[in-house]
């Protein structure tokens, strides 16, 4: 009876440390966003294992207090044991079912995740929100692979990427989210909650990283056979590392100094690989798959 009184909790807490430990995890937060989902996950966690261990005691001091056979107690229906099953099963969860949405809400009300249409405008032009809002990112969603667009926004670029977002740290960066086929959502706990790519509407979140590092993210949707193998990466850098970085990336790719990558060149531009894929620098011009161009820092 002890050894099943005691596998709740542990069971419990060991989940508990194996979420801390991975890297790509609500509680690894990294970002304003993440740090407040990762307080609430805290505060909702250590508050479910108090119920659970309260309950645990309740059950224990039954078992071993109880005295007399049930014909002697006064059952349920005629009012014995009512102010429990009224205090227990409806006052606290109804208190703390309460607490948790409204600090969800707020959580919400703070760092917001919304449809494009119906906050970029006001019927009156774009509104005050909207302004701040511009899209400086657009994040497409493909089967199987992440779309970067550079847009000319703030970050004042225009490039495309694939799988791996680059962002400067310590401001919030405006990812318009959309996806060309079916349902994705994008999900990078270290930096915030999740959000879906929904077929004719487009979405937005802001999201800021705190510090530099690289998090890993994943499609939080299923979306097909290789659903699986949808992750990213976000690489959040100093601006100085930022800039160099979109420098790098609007030259053309490196030029093949080997034989051997001459020869491939060649077998890829006169092969089909160039209807689908990207080479900056090259005929290769397809938008369907990922851009493949590696730079000359990177090569
Ligand atoms: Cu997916």
């Given amino acids: 009876m ?6 709740v909790p542990v069971s419990s807490a060991f989940l508990l440390l194996s979420a801390c430990t991975s890297l790509q995890s609500t509680f690894n937060a990294h970002g304003p966003a993440a740090h407040g989902i990762a307080d609430l996950s805290w505060f909702m966690t250590i508050l479910f294992l ?18 007399g056979s049930l014909a002697e107690h006064v059952p349920i229906d005629i009012g014995g044991g009512q102010v429990w099953i009224a205090i227990g099963g409806l006052a606290v969860p109804l208190l703390i079912l309460t ?32 302004a701040v809002s511009k899209p400086e990112i657009r994040l497409g ?18 490039f495309t990427t694939a799988n791996e977002i680059h962002i400067p740290a310590h401001r919030p960066i405006n990812i318009e989210l959309e996806t060309a086929d079916v349902m994705h959502s994008f999900w990078v706990p270290s ?3 999740k959000v879906d790519l929904i077929p004719g509407f487009p979405n937005f979140i802001r999201v800021e990283a705190s510090e530099a590092g690289a998090f890993k993210g994943q499609c939080a949707e299923f ?61 290769a011009g397809g938008h369907v798959a990922p851009d493949l161009t590696l730079s000359e820092a990177a090569g």
């Fill in 2 to 7: 002890h050894r099943i009184l005691l596998s």
């Fill in 141 to 158: 969603g493909h089967q199987w692979w992440w779309e970067v667009q550079y847009l000319n926004g703030a970050l004042d670029q225009q």
């Fill in 191 to 193: 930096l915030h909650g």
């Fill in 223 to 283: 979306c097909g056979a290789q659903h699986a193998h949808m992750g990213l990466l976000v690489v959040a850098e100093e601006p100085d590392d930022f800039e160099a970085w979109v420098a790098n990336q609007r030259s053309p790719g490196a030029e093949p100094t080997t034989n051997t990558a001459l020869a491939g060149r060649q077998i890829f531009l006169a092969g089909p690989c160039s209807l689908c894929h990207q080479i900056r620098g090259t005929l």
């Fill in 99 to 130: 607490v948790i949405f409204v600090l969800g809400l707020q959580l919400l009300a703070d760092f917001p995740i919304h449809g494009v249409s119906g906050e970029m405008h006001d019927g009156m032009g774009m509104s005050a929100r909207a």
């Fill in 50 to 67: 108090a119920v659970t261990l309260i309950m645990w005691v309740l059950l224990v001091v039954a078992f071993t207090k109880r005295r």
